[in-house]
């Protein structure tokens, strides 16, 4: 950093009373990563296809078994509050209108990525690592490959695995259901 140059840290709590300000529009697209408020591109045709259909899959398959959350926040620490394309939860009575998922809450976090891919594998992925979200997948639309990340540690995840056309896929706490890459990915 250089001198005389300051930077502010965001909380949570803090990046939460803006919105409630007005300070976002709730159109925005943001969302908090260690402290800094980060803008997020528009979302589109072929993403938006591919959370649809992950979502839809996975409520056909597990929908008594769990919550199914698109584009929402979840708390993964004091400073971060992000926007992951998908999560399946753990069902909660209130549906989780009390306060936003907690790494302890999430079963399986997804994030789509298309031009978002090194910042998904550079910044977000660590984070969740770091906060302990069990499973991470990053859905890679320019290779048609579902990156499963599972067991983490400080700041990685201790096994990853490469999932292809042609490959089936499971989600560790429900390891009887299994999808084909190929209905996953369009």
Known sequence: MSAGVETYRFSVEEFNKLGQAGIFDEDDRVELLDGEIIVMNPIGSEH???VLRLSWYFQQRL???LLTSVQSPAV???FSEPQPDLMLLKPKSDFYKAE???PEDIILLVEVSDSTLAFDRGRKLPKYA???VSEVWIVNLQNQTIEQY???????????????R???ITIEKFP?????VEELIA
Do not use: L
Request: hydrophobic share 35%; no cysteine.
């Open 48 to 50: 938006a296809a591919a």
């Open 100 to 102: 936003h998922p907690r």
């Open 63 to 65: 929908g008594q078994h």
């Open 76 to 78: 993964v620490d004091e």
């Open 150 to 164: 599972r067991a983490p540690s400080a700041s990685e995840y201790a096994r990853s695995q490469i999932f292809r």
């Open 176 to 180: 009887e259901v299994s999808f084909a």
């Open 130 to 132: 770091e906060s302990a």
């Open 166 to 168: 042609g490959e089936m």
